[in-house]
Each structure stands twice: as structure tokens, then as C-alpha cells.
């Protein structure tokens, strides 16, 4: 079953434009990520939060976390056509085995130049 | 970039046939794991690995079947093949379980089972 679900499923924006999009969960975790996919390419490591924290930032990649709400929002600032791709989040449930990721559906991020 | 080849990239194959997907990575970490993709289902985790020999379900492991016999290759094996395995199956690495470090993904192999 999914554990992460990302809103919206699409987005599209212009270059220069923020993008934002978030990650809803339903139970309790230890860590969540972000992942980025290039069209025909494996996933790609962008970042990672840890259930204790509540912002990252990484260059024009901004991540909070509200454990309260079970919620994570990813925030691409002046984006740029390379950063279309989709975009997924990951959970480690913190009751279930700690050898496992649990990824959500996705966004698609639309950048047009 | 993380040292991970999948092989073949793409197969198409016929339903019943058995069909053998190989991972194999040069990092030296302990945790594989085999995950499939489909529209509309992201990515569903199938068999994953935690050491050699060391294997274990996931969310999604009916006809699949595993082995690891050394710390670099993970093999995923559809005993029989059917047309609803039809899919893009990425391989992934990590030093450590879990979420407490990041996964690095293979570029994936595209099955098609007809």
C-alpha cells in the first residue's frame, strides 16, 4: 500500500516561476526523502528530512516537514526547464521494518522555457 | 553517479517463459532491492536484499522470486512470465536500511511480456 501521496499529480509552470509540491503520509515515520525522475531514468536522490527536523535546504530546493499534519512540501525555487521531471516522495514508517522505502505516486513538474 | 548496470535495458518476451533480470553494482553496499513501475502505481517495491543470501518480501513479490549469492549481484527471477508483469523494473543500492540513507537507483529495464 502507498504510504506517501503527492499533490498535485501534475504542475505546470514557467521558467523563473517556484514550484511546490507535497508529500501527505499516514503514519508515523522516521525519515522521509525526495526523489527526482528524469524521463527514462532511474530516480535521483535530492534530499533527505529526518522526523525531528522541520526545514532543509539544498541550493533551490527548500523541504519542510510537519509531523503533525503527517505532511512534507518541496519548494524548487526560479526553476529552469532542466528541472522538469517527477518528483516523488519516500517514507520509512517508523513501526514497520527499517530496511524498507515506501514511495508515493509522484508529481510531474512541467517547466516551460 | 552510483556504479549500478542493469541488464538487459529492455526485453520483450513471450507470457510463460521464464525471464531472469540481473542487477549488479560496484559499491560494495549491503541493501538491493528490486522495484517495479507502472502508470498510475508509482514504484512498488518486490524483493529486497540485506545481505548475501539475505532476502525478503515486499510489497508486491507474487511470481517473483530472488538470489543473491554475492554481495555485488541481485538477480530477480519471473519464474513463468505474465503479461501483467509487464513493466519498468529499477534496482536500487544502499549502504545502509531503510530511509537513514539514500537509495541510488539503476536506469531501469523496460519488460514487455506479450
Known amino acids: 500500500s502507498q504510504q506517501g501521496e503527492e499533490d498535485p499529480q501534475a504542475l505546470s509552470i514557467q521558467e523563473g516561476e517556484n514550484a511546490t509540491m507535497n508529500c501527505s503520509y499516514k503514519?508515523?515515520?522516521?525519515?522521509l526523502q525526495w526523489y527526482r525522475q528524469n524521463s527514462g531514468r532511474g530516480l535521483v536522490h535530492l534530499i533527505l528530512?529526518?522526523?525531528?527536523?522541520r526545514e532543509k535546504h539544498s541550493g533551490r530546493l527548500r523541504v519542510t516537514l510537519d509531523t503533525s499534519k503527517k505532511s512534507s512540501s518541496l519548494l524548487i525555487t526560479a526553476s529552469r526547464a532542466a528541472d522538469t521531471a517527477s518528483y516523488f516522495c519516500?517514507?520509512?514508517?517508523?513501526?514497520?521494518?527499517?530496511?524498507?522505502?515506501?514511495f508515493g505516486k509522484g508529481t510531474l513538474l512541467t517547466v516551460n522555457p | 553517479d552510483a556504479g549500478i548496470t542493469q541488464s538487459p535495458r529492455h526485453k520483450v518476451t513471450e507470457t510463460g517463459t521464464p525471464v531472469t533480470l540481473r542487477c549488479h553494482q560496484t559499491?560494495?553496499?549491503?541493501?538491493m532491492y528490486w522495484y517495479r513501475q507502472d502508470p498510475g502505481h508509482g514504484l512498488r517495491l518486490i524483493h529486497y536484499?540485506?545481505?548475501?543470501?539475505?532476502?525478503d518480501k515486499g510489497e508486491v513479490s507474487d511470481g517473483y522470486s530472488v538470489s543473491r549469492s554475492k554481495t555485488e549481484d541481485f538477480l530477480l527471477t519471473l519464474e513463468s512470465a505474465t503479461s501483467s508483469q509487464t513493466s519498468v523494473y529499477f534496482c536500487?543500492?544502499?549502504?545502509?536500511?531503510?530511509?537513514?540513507?539514500?537509495?541510488?537507483f539503476g536506469d531501469g529495464t523496460r519488460l514487455s511480456i506479450l
Open positions: 536500487a543500492i544502499s549502504a545502509l536500511g531503510g530511509g537513514n540513507q539514500p537509495q541510488h
Open positions: 503514519t508515523s515515520i522516521n525519515n
Open positions: 528530512i529526518r522526523s525531528n527536523e
Open positions: 519516500a517514507t520509512e514508517d517508523s513501526g514497520g521494518s527499517n530496511y524498507k522505502l515506501t
Open positions: 559499491e560494495n553496499h549491503r541493501y
Open positions: 536484499s540485506y545481505g548475501v543470501k539475505d532476502t
